[in-house]
């Protein structure tokens, strides 16, 4: 059974607008425990543990509570501390859930943490991938929508990438990039061209294969399971300090190039397994 829960709403552009969106927001919280309570809930389960709903119904459900991996920010910060505490406070600010909101990690001491590399008690099946072909597939993150990085930093990054590499380049859109502006600029670059459809990660793998999965930051390397060949790359992107987070992560089962000549070698290596 599936309950449309709705959603808190933005602040918007319109200061004029905030005061009505901040009440719908208090609103909203209210209108979700109420819709939960008579369910009779007995077990709590919860994938995000940073975002303000999830906060809600931890801090209002006095059962158990289970926190289920959500990705690769369940073991590292991606961003700085500064960023999650800015964005909380823009939050707050629209009426949204306010507890918490200016730290990324939840309380976990009265949860059940359960995830696939650290705890080991989290079974989350992989595709079936596709057989390979001489193709490598960069998967795409919504780097410049969240404000990570400049556009023309991505585009530096991918170039390097396809030069790096002795085989041709396919970029998977994530879901929140804009199609026509990843067209763009991927269309901009020799060797490289945008991925067939579908684009969901699971339903793309199974109908189109490749010899290796790259991304800079993408949590499917974590879901497709092929770890031998798969890489981070996000120093490729000036990201130092995601780099220096994945790279410290003692149970990371994808290896993370240095730079473009350790992101050239892997390539390298993974082109002269397709050609035996």
């Not at 709903?53 to 459900?61: C, K, N, P, V």
């Not at 289970?66 to 690769?72: Q, R, V």
């Not at 597939?137 to 590499?165: C, K, T």
Request: aromatic share 8%; proline share 7%; with cysteine.
């Amino acid at each position: 059974m599936g309950i449309a829960r709705g959603r808190a709403i933005r602040p918007g552009r319109d200061p004029l607008q905030w005061p009505a969106r901040f009440a719908a927001n208090r609103r909203y919280y209210a209108h979700v425990r109420a819709m939960l309570a008579p369910l009779g809930i007995e077990r709590l389960i919860i994938f995000v543990e940073g975002e303000p709903l999830e906060r809600m119904l931890a801090g209002w459900f006095s059962g158990p509570i289970e926190l289920w991996e959500d990705g690769l920010s369940h073991y590292v910060d991606l961003t700085s501390p500064l960023w999650y505490a800015a964005r909380g406070a823009v939050q707050v600010a629209a009426g949204i859930h306010p507890a918490g909101a200016l730290t990324r990690r939840a309380d976990s001491r009265r949860m059940i943490v359960r995830d696939r590399f650290e705890t080991g008690d989290l079974v989350l099946p992989p595709p079936s991938i596709a057989a390979p072909r001489d193709w490598l597939l960069f998967i795409g993150s919504p780097l410049v929508e969240d404000g990570i990085v400049p556009r023309s930093a991505l585009s530096a990054g991918l170039q390097a990438l396809y030069a790096a590499s002795l085989l041709p380049v396919a970029y998977l859109p994530h879901p929140r990039e804009d199609a026509k502006t990843a067209r763009d600029m991927v269309g901009a670059i020799t060797g490289a061209e945008i991925a067939l459809m579908p684009y969901g990660i699971a339903s793309h793998v199974e109908a189109n294969g490749y010899c290796g999965f790259v991304s800079a930051t993408s949590t499917a390397l974590l879901d497709l399971g092929a770890f031998g060949r798969s890489l981070f790359v996000p120093c490729l992107f000036g990201l130092d300090r995601i780099h220096q987070a994945l790279a410290d992560w003692r149970c990371n089962p994808v290896a993370v190039a240095s730079g473009r000549d350790e992101a050239a070698q892997v390539l390298a290596r993974w082109s002269d397994t397709t050609t035996r």
